[in-house]
């Protein structure tokens, strides 16, 4: 069992940067890969970025591809999403996803457990 908890949200200009935390309480954390999703108001959750259980292989959606950096730390339970050119259209609230069943990133089913989300809006 692994319960996982974002932090770092917050309200930010357009272009500025922010980095968000997923901290997990749980032996398995290292043994699982992770994935971040967000959700906007009025639409279905989207994938956003994945890694590995060792993080050396990362995976991104198009839409954040060369902005967004995920990473993680599993010494310290904590993965990462750093986030820079935010534009308006990354308003969302961003949620940590992580589980044993995950086959490929993007697909949401594979992930057993989820954090309560933080919210990130990028005023234009």
């Known amino acids: 069992q692994v319960q996982l908890v974002e932090s770092g949200g917050g309200l930010v200009q357009a272009g500025e940067s922010l980095r968000l935390s997923c901290a997990a309480s749980g032996r398995a954390f290292s043994t699982y890969p992770l994935g971040w999703f967000r959700q906007a108001p009025g639409k279905e959750r989207e994938f956003v970025a994945g890694?590995?259980?060792?993080?050396?292989?990362?995976y991104y959606a198009d839409s954040v591809k060369g902005r967004f950096t995920i990473s993680r730390d599993n010494a310290k339970k904590t993965a990462y999403l750093q986030m820079s050119s935010l534009k308006p259209e990354d308003t969302a609230i961003y949620y940590c996803a992580a589980g044993p069943r995950v086959t490929t990133f993007d697909s949401a089913r594979g992930y057993d457990y989820w954090g309560l989300g933080t919210q990130v809006t990028v005023s234009s």
């Open positions: 890694i590995n259980r060792a993080g050396a292989v990362t």
